[in-house]
Structures are given as C-alpha cells and as structure tokens.
C-alpha cells in the first residue's frame, strides 16, 4: 500500500486517542470483573475488523487479508505472552486492584518498543532482502524451541528478572511495599522506585524478547509497515482486558504452544520460500488466502483439543480425588 504520510499521522492520533479513552476509563484502581473485561475485549475485536474494513475498500482484498493474518497471529502469540504476565504479577505480588494499571503502562510501552523494532525491520528488509533467509530460520528454530518448552511445560516455571532490570534496581532502589500506584517515593532521603514501576518494567523489557519472534512472524505475511504496525497496535492494545478475561482459562489452553510453533513454522518455511523466489529460484510461494486459513484452522483445533485435553485432565484428577477417599474410608 502506498499510505501517505498523513495518513500514517491520523492512524497514530487515532491510536493515541483509543489509548487514552482507555486510559481514562481504567485510570481508577479496582478489581476488573470479567463482564467489563468481556465487554473491552468484544470492543477492541470490533474496532479491529472496522479497521480490516476500512482497509478493504481503500486497498482492496490483498492488505486487508494481510492484516487479518497478522492480527490473528500477533493476537494468537499474545495469548501466550500471557502466561509470562501471569508468572510477574505472582512474582512481584501485584495487588488485583492495581493489575489493570500495571497492564495499562507496560502494553503502552510495549506498543512503543514494537514501534521500533517494525522500522528497524522495514529498514532492514528495504536494504537487504536476504534478512527473510535468516527471519525464515529463526522462525523455524523459534518453533523448535516452543514445542521442547510446551514437552518441559515451561510455563509453570517461576520468573527471573533480566539481567536490565536487576541493574536498575540496584542503581535506583526499590521501595519494600506498594504505595498506591506511585511510581516513585522517598525513603530515608533518598528517591527511590516503587514495586508498581519494576513490574511495568519487567512487562514492557519482557515483551522486548516477545517482539523478537513476533516482528519477523507478521513480515512473513506482509512486507508493508503501515499494515505490520496497525496489526501490532490492535492485537496489543485488547492485551489488559484479554488477560483478565481468560486469566483462569490459560492453563486449561494446553496445546497452545504446539499450535503457536505450527503457525511460526509455517510462516519461517513461507519466508524462505520468498527469500528463494526473490533470489531467482523458481519454486512456489504460499499465498495471503492460504495463509489466513491455515492460521485460523491451527488455532482453531488447538483450541478444541486443549480443552478436550484439560477436561479429561480434571475427570482423572476427580477421580483419583474420590478414590482416594473411598480408601481412606
């Protein structure tokens, strides 16, 4: 798409705008029921599609199929990004009433960081298209390493900070309890960080790592930044609601992980065969269509057998559960 640059400036104010109106609705600290988070989530899906729409009569099928593509991969890996956010809040005992905030700034600055890395990419691919050999293979190794980690079931391991986040703990010093949502206080005459802002530093520096696999994962379904941004920006900024609405169902999401490595290995083996055809070899190249249906399908499945799986895990648990009380009797 040729996108224009004021465009690209009422997208951004557009954006900034929808931040700040949910900003503003969840700026006072409570605990977030699942009817508001559902209700959030259902809004933030339908400002999505309008947008796919849009992208439909100003630029036809091919963009709005890309971003669709996009969208429901960048949502997809969100989703388990979320295990991680579960394992922060644990780690650093955040209140449930201050979670939402914590979410709030830590998907903005995100949303900022992820800014950054997409024009890297774009100058990067614009400068030397054999970047989608080694986009093509760190995908496929990235996928390799999500199914050995779903087998070693990763996601019950307890966090550790980054080496970063230790470093400006020790610089700056971190208050022994919450004050409210303070970012800063004085202690002993000395200023120092609060709880609240280490663990929006911990999301925002944790979705830095997320972004390395996820940025080369949506440029092998589109090569256009307008549309790698705007994809971006909406499967993030539905992430605060989405993580208090399905906060119980993640664990029951068993084979999410499998699904997610299908999906980045399909699209490495997709960005190899482009980088080949762009090299002048003839071999075939998977189509945006293709692409979009396989996506929606892997999920999809993984979906309906992570719950199957989680529902028998729950009979047996019941079941040794009764067991064990009929002997015990």
């Not at 079941?319 to 015990?328: P, R």
Request: net charge neutral.
């Amino acid at each position: 798409m040729n996108v224009s640059l004021s465009v690209w400036l009422l997208t951004v104010a557009a954006l900034c705008a929808l931040v700040a109106v949910d900003f503003v609705i969840g700026r006072k600290p409570h605990d977030v029921s699942v009817k508001e988070a559902g209700t959030w989530t259902v809004v933030w899906i339908v400002l999505a599609c309008l947008f796919g729409l849009g992208l439909f009569v100003f630029g036809g099928g091919g963009p709005t199929g890309e971003f669709f593509a996009g969208y429901i991969t960048e949502k997809s890996l969100s989703v388990d990004n979320l295990f991680v956010f579960v394992l922060i809040m644990g780690k650093f005992a955040v209140p449930t009433q201050y979670q939402q905030r914590v979410l709030m700034v830590g998907v903005l600055m995100a949303l900022v960081l992820r800014a950054a890395f997409i024009a890297a990419g774009a100058a990067i691919i614009s400068a030397f298209s054999w970047v989608f050999y080694l986009f093509g293979a760190f995908l496929i190794w990235t996928a390799w390493k999500l199914i050995q980690d779903a087998r070693q079931q990763g996601h019950d391991e307890e966090y550790e900070e980054n080496k970063l986040l230790k470093a400006v703990e020790r610089r700056f010093g971190v208050a022994d309890r919450y004050h409210g949502t303070k970012l800063w206080i004085e202690q002993n005459g000395k200023r120092v960080m609060t709880p609240m802002l280490v663990v929006m530093l911990a999301i925002g520096s944790t979705d830095v790592l997320f972004a390395l696999d996820s940025i080369p994962a949506i440029y092998g379904l589109t090569e256009d930044p307008y549309i790698v941004f705007t994809a971006n920006a909406f499967a993030l900024m539905g992430l605060r609601q989405l993580y208090f609405l399905i906060g119980g169902l993640l664990k029951k999401l068993v084979h999410l992980s499998y699904g997610l490595s299908i999906i980045l290995g399909f699209i490495g083996v997709k960005l190899l065969l482009h980088a080949l055809h762009e090299s002048g070899v003839h071999v075939p190249e998977i189509g945006i269509p293709f692409s979009l249906g396989f996506i929606v399908l892997v999920l999809t499945v993984t979906t309906v057998t992570s719950l199957r799986a989680a529902k028998r895990q729950e009979e047996a648990a019941r079941d040794a559960s009764a067991a064990q009380g009929t002997s015990t009797v």
